[in-house]
Nanobody, 126 residues
């Protein structure tokens, strides 16, 4: 059983930065894909970033490339999302997701992940 807990969300001015954390309990993220998704109100969840192949590879949505960075700590128990140059369009609930099967063809799809955190709110302020 895997439990994911996100933290680090909050209110930030446009152009500011936040770092989100996704902590796992029960087991580590070894040999897995870990991703961040975000969900605007009334819309489907969309891919933000993923880290996989024992943290040696990353993938980013075009909308965040160059601004966001996903990383994993050395214990493979926590994944971070460093968000810089935040825009009002980045205002969403952000979710951490875990795929222990490491199905790369589903890396950017919500239904490719088995475990989800509760979400953390990120709000941009002008």
């Amino acid at each position: 059983q895997v439990h994911l807990v996100e933290s680090g969300g909050g209110l930030v001015q446009d152009g500011g930065s936040l770092r989100l954390s996704c902590a796992a309990s029960g087991r580590t993220f070894s040999n897995a894909a870990v991703a961040w998704f975000r969900q605007p109100p009334g819309k489907e969840r969309e891919f933000v970033a993923a880290i996989f192949r024992i943290a040696s590879r990353t993938s980013y949505a075009d909308s965040v490339k160059g601004r966001f960075t996903i990383s994993m700590d050395t214990t493979k128990s926590t994944v971070f999302l460093q968000m810089n140059s935040l825009k009002s369009d980045d205002t969403d609930v952000y979710y951490c997701a875990y795929d222990p099967r490491l199905i790369l063809s589903s890396l950017r799809l919500p239904n490719g992940y088995d475990y989800w955190g509760q979400g953390t709110q990120v709000t941009g302020s002008s």
